[in-house]
């Protein structure tokens, strides 16, 4: 396909474009979230009088008077239906007032008293202590052959909590008419977030709407409804007026999820010839007192590398703590970070070049159950990789290349994640002037979507972009999938295609792709790709600078070049965040995140890399899906991090096992 610039372009720089809180609407209200100061306890009571003496302020929301909601499968939605504090940061209570001011200025009003419990905020080591772990997957007898192999290695790797920090805040605007409601609200899925406000609401679906044309980012924080949403619509019910309600960066630290951290034991058994003979991957990850959330860290384990015996497992420790949840390559990002680095060590251990060890450790199918592949093109990108980044020229050595008082080195890393499709519905209708409709409750977080639907459109009326509209971002709309896993443009695009193929015979068409994808062959779907990183280490203050980072990438047929390749870049920045510089610093005392705004959690800009490219191979794959493509919103962040941190150690010959790899915690080291 060719590449074509976001339809929405002009909307979005000439300010035109509204996002959720933008939208003109007479006589709003506003309403400011007010969070818990305590790591746990109980609300003893909510002293309001201060507050509602302020002019303007209409109304004072808490435990003590919010309306019954009708319990979902997220305690985090049960906004106000208990006393308990399950974590500091919590939502405890909300003031509306006539203005955003006025709603501040009353809710530091407030004077919330507790009875406080000692919190437990910290995540430990527990693998000895507590061995019970829930088994991912197991083949063989991975503990007979670790401890039987030639070579073998076992190390653990740390990764922090990380927080999603999209531009545009959870944000919503929420109005009542009667007993209909409706949200302009900023999310992943304006179907899912219909659903769980009629439930929650105690409504019928068809009397809630959730307008999403525009969404800020999300990188999986808006993949789920947040308290925003629930506590809008209650505000607005509540004053009988429409209600602006958006979070504030400091509160996203603790209301709208993150990625959990994790404490990942690697072990590796191998012959002296680099072939594993035992792959085991354990790992500790948190989650709250109030919700269930599991990170998925072992899922690209199984399917990586051949070896007879394996296992990869987890377990969950509730703290006292907000509700981790999905962020971009869930699962897979931290996962691959301690995978990619144990293949760097035991390619040292091995003397053997780490390009080569991944070579000599492909499977045939998939290591997981035995699928074929539908395509794999893993050495491919490693090879196209190794020749555009000179790779031939590096020498193996730590610390061979110094330049007056800097280290260089170089590092690799694998990247993959499964490509997945959800069923979908989407109609087509041809306009009496030529041009075409097609609608779908889709979401475009700002990827291109809306873009790429227009050209998997365009090409299946065999027409021009230019005569194809695109509706989405409205779950009055057909219903849609989740904008989350890579699945987005598969999902719905196989619902547009379809729906473009039968409109070659009519002037409208409904699809629903339900029945093509329970019909599906067996097949092991993923994307693959390769890191190769560069950097230069100041011995004196241990400064890491990156001058170039290269993705190759294997993901089916691309199908806009433009907007794919922002994706991979994307995703690869992020991954350079993790390695060097994001981490959100738990106060174990107060059981708060310290960092919560963007001036003290640091993310990487464009000074801190100079030379950032990806590419893609031409793979074609008759597995997957119409448009022959596979997802790649996620792979640019998978295994990023380990090239950073493996080039660190060609560098300096110091292995950092810990996230993120800042001068305090590599100078000590040199």
Same mark, same amino acid.
């Given at each position: 396909?060719?590449?074509?610039?976001?339809?929405?372009?002009?909307?979005?720089?000439?300010?035109?474009?509204?996002?959720?809180?933008?939208?003109?609407?007479?006589?709003?209200?506003?309403?400011?979230?007010?969070?818990?100061?305590?790591?746990?306890?109980?609300?003893?009571?909510?002293?309001?009088?201060?507050? %509602?003496?302020?002019?303007?302020?209409?109304?004072?929301?808490?435990?003590?008077?919010?309306?019954?909601?009708?319990?979902?499968?997220?305690?985090?939605?049960?906004?106000?239906?208990?006393?308990?504090?399950?974590?500091?940061?919590?939502?405890?209570?909300?003031?509306?007032?006539?203005?955003?001011?006025?709603?501040?200025?009353?809710?530091?009003? #407030?004077?919330?008293?507790?009875?406080?419990?000692?919190?437990?905020?910290?995540? +430990?080591?527990?693998?000895?202590?507590?061995?019970?772990?829930?088994?991912?997957?197991?083949?063989? /007898?991975?503990?007979?052959?670790?401890?039987? $192999?030639?070579?073998?290695?076992?190390?653990?790797?740390?990764?922090?909590?990380?927080?999603?920090?999209?531009?545009?805040?959870?944000?919503?605007?929420? $109005?009542?008419?009667?007993?209909?409601?409706?949200?302009?609200?900023?999310?992943?899925?304006?179907?899912?977030?219909?659903?769980?406000?009629?439930? &929650?609401?105690?409504?019928?679906?068809?009397?809630?709407?959730?307008?999403?044309?525009?969404?800020?980012? *999300?990188?999986?924080?808006?993949?789920?409804?947040?308290?925003?949403?629930? #506590?809008?619509?209650?505000?607005?019910?509540? &004053?009988?007026?429409?209600?602006?309600?958006?979070?504030?960066?400091?509160?996203?630290?603790?209301?709208?999820?993150?990625?959990?951290?994790?404490?990942?034991? @690697?072990?590796?058994?191998?012959?002296?010839?680099?072939?594993?003979?035992?792959?085991?991957?354990?790992?500790?990850?948190?989650?709250?007192?109030?919700?269930?959330?599991?990170?998925?860290?072992? +899922?690209? =384990?199984?399917?990586?590398?051949?070896?007879?015996?394996? %296992?990869?497992?987890?377990?969950? &420790?509730?703290?006292?703590?907000?509700?981790?949840?999905?962020?971009?390559?869930?699962?897979? !990002?931290?996962? @691959?970070?301690?995978?990619?680095?144990?293949?760097?060590?035991?390619?040292?251990?091995?003397?053997?070049?780490?390009?080569?060890?991944?070579?000599?450790?492909?499977?045939?199918?998939?290591?997981?159950?035995?699928?074929?592949?539908?395509?794999?093109?893993?050495?491919? !990108?490693?090879?196209?990789?190794?020749?555009?980044?000179?790779?031939?020229?590096?020498?193996?050595?730590? !610390?061979?290349?110094?330049?007056?008082?800097? #280290?260089?080195?170089? *590092?690799?890393?694998?990247?993959?994640?499964?490509?997945?499709?959800?069923?979908?519905?989407?109609?087509?209708?041809?306009?009496? /002037?030529?041009?075409?409709?097609?609608?779908?409750?889709? $979401?475009?977080?700002?990827?291109?979507?809306?873009?790429?639907? =227009?050209?998997?459109?365009?090409?299946?009326?065999?027409?021009?972009?230019?005569?194809?509209?695109?509706?989405?971002?409205?779950?009055?709309?057909?219903?849609?999938?989740?904008?989350?896993?890579?699945?987005?443009?598969?999902?719905?695009?196989?619902?547009?295609?379809?729906? !473009?193929?039968?409109? #070659?015979?009519?002037?409208?068409?409904?699809?629903?792709?339900?029945?093509?994808?329970?019909?599906?062959? +067996?097949?092991?779907?993923?994307?693959? *790709? $390769?890191?190769?990183?560069?950097?230069?280490?100041?011995?004196?203050?241990?400064?890491?600078?990156?001058?170039?980072?290269?993705?190759?990438?294997?993901?089916?047929?691309?199908?806009?070049?433009?907007?794919?390749?922002?994706?991979?870049?994307?995703?690869?920045? @992020?991954?350079?965040?993790?390695?060097?510089?994001?981490?959100?610093?738990?106060?174990?005392?107060?059981?708060?995140?310290?960092?919560?705004?963007?001036?003290?959690?640091?993310?990487?800009?464009?000074?801190?890399?100079?030379?950032?490219?990806?590419?893609?191979?031409?793979?074609?794959?008759?597995?997957?899906?119409?448009?022959?493509?596979?997802?790649?919103?996620?792979?640019?962040?998978?295994?990023?991090?380990?090239?950073?941190?493996?080039? &660190?150690?060609?560098?300096?010959?110091?292995?950092?096992?810990?996230?993120?790899?800042?001068?305090? %915690?590599?100078?000590?080291?040199?």
């Amino acid at each position: 396909m060719r590449s074509l610039e976001r339809v929405e372009a002009r909307a979005k720089v000439t300010g035109t474009a509204h996002y959720a809180v933008e939208h003109p609407v007479e006589g709003a209200a506003y309403a400011v979230a007010v969070q818990a100061t305590v790591g746990r306890g109980e609300i003893e009571s909510v002293g309001t009088d201060e507050a %509602r003496a302020l002019p303007g302020v209409l109304a004072v929301l808490s435990c003590e008077n919010a309306p019954k909601l009708t319990p979902v499968d997220d305690a985090e939605l049960e906004v106000f239906q208990s006393r308990r504090v399950a974590y500091h940061g919590q939502l405890v209570a909300a003031v509306v007032a006539e203005t955003l001011e006025t709603a501040r200025a009353a809710a530091a009003q #407030l004077r919330i008293m507790y009875d406080t419990d000692d919190h437990n905020v910290l995540l +430990k080591d527990e693998h000895a202590d507590n061995p019970d772990f829930s088994i991912d997957h197991e083949q063989g /007898d991975p503990e007979t052959a670790f401890a039987e $192999a030639p070579v073998s290695l076992d190390v653990t790797y740390t990764t922090p909590a990380e927080h999603n920090n999209p531009m545009e805040p959870h944000a919503t605007l929420a $109005a009542w008419d009667g007993d209909e409601l409706t949200v302009h609200d900023s999310n992943q899925g304006p179907t899912s977030v219909r659903d769980t406000l009629a439930q &929650v609401f105690d409504l019928a679906p068809s009397r809630v709407r959730v307008i999403s044309p525009h969404v800020g980012g *999300g990188f999986g924080s808006k993949g789920t409804p947040r308290p925003t949403v629930v #506590l809008a619509a209650m505000a607005a019910r509540a &004053v009988g007026r429409p209600v602006k309600l958006a979070f504030t960066r400091q509160q996203m630290f603790a209301m709208t999820g993150y990625r959990t951290p994790t404490i990942q034991r @690697m072990r590796l058994g191998a012959n002296t010839d680099g072939t594993l003979t035992a792959i085991v991957h354990e790992v500790i990850q948190q989650s709250s007192t109030i919700r269930d959330f599991d990170e998925g860290t072992t +899922k690209a =384990t199984p399917i990586m590398y051949a070896a007879p015996h394996r %296992r990869a497992a987890h377990r969950i &420790v509730r703290l006292d703590v907000p509700s981790p949840s999905w962020m971009r390559a869930p699962g897979h !990002c931290p996962g @691959m970070w301690a995978l990619e680095s144990a293949m760097d060590e035991l390619a040292v251990m091995t003397g053997i070049d780490p390009i080569e060890l991944r070579v000599r450790n492909e499977p045939e199918t998939s290591p997981e159950d035995g699928s074929p592949w539908s395509s794999r093109n893993l050495l491919a !990108c490693l090879r196209e990789g190794a020749e555009r980044f000179g790779w031939a020229d590096r020498d193996p050595l730590p !610390c061979a290349r110094r330049e007056g008082r800097t #280290l260089v080195g170089t *590092g690799v890393a694998s990247a993959t994640y499964p490509v997945n499709r959800e069923p979908n519905k989407a109609t087509a209708h041809a306009e009496p /002037d030529g041009r075409f409709t097609v609608r779908i409750a889709a $979401a475009d977080i700002g990827t291109g979507a809306r873009t790429a639907l =227009t050209l998997i459109a365009a090409e299946a009326l065999k027409t021009d972009p230019d005569r194809v509209t695109v509706e989405i971002g409205d779950s009055h709309l057909p219903k849609a999938s989740l904008a989350g896993g890579s699945t987005g443009t598969m999902s719905w695009g196989t619902a547009v295609h379809r729906a !473009c193929e039968a409109l #070659l015979d009519g002037a409208e068409a409904t699809v629903d792709t339900e029945d093509e994808l329970a019909a599906e062959e +067996k097949y092991a779907r993923h994307a693959f *790709g $390769a890191h190769f990183v560069e950097v230069r280490v100041d011995i004196d203050t241990g400064e890491i600078r990156v001058p170039r980072m290269l993705g190759v990438f294997a993901a089916g047929r691309i199908i806009n070049p433009l907007t794919a390749r922002s994706q991979f870049l994307g995703g690869m920045t @992020m991954g350079l965040g993790m390695a060097l510089m994001e981490e959100s610093t738990m106060d174990r005392r107060f059981g708060d995140y310290l960092n919560h705004d963007l001036a003290q959690y640091h993310v990487p800009v464009c000074a801190d890399v100079a030379d950032l490219q990806a590419v893609w191979l031409d793979e074609e794959d008759p597995h997957l899906n119409p448009m022959g493509a596979k997802g790649i919103g996620e792979i640019g962040i998978v295994g990023a991090a380990a090239a950073v941190a493996n080039a &660190v150690h060609h560098a300096t010959g110091v292995r950092v096992r810990d996230l993120p790899i800042t001068p305090p %915690r590599l100078l000590p080291l040199l």
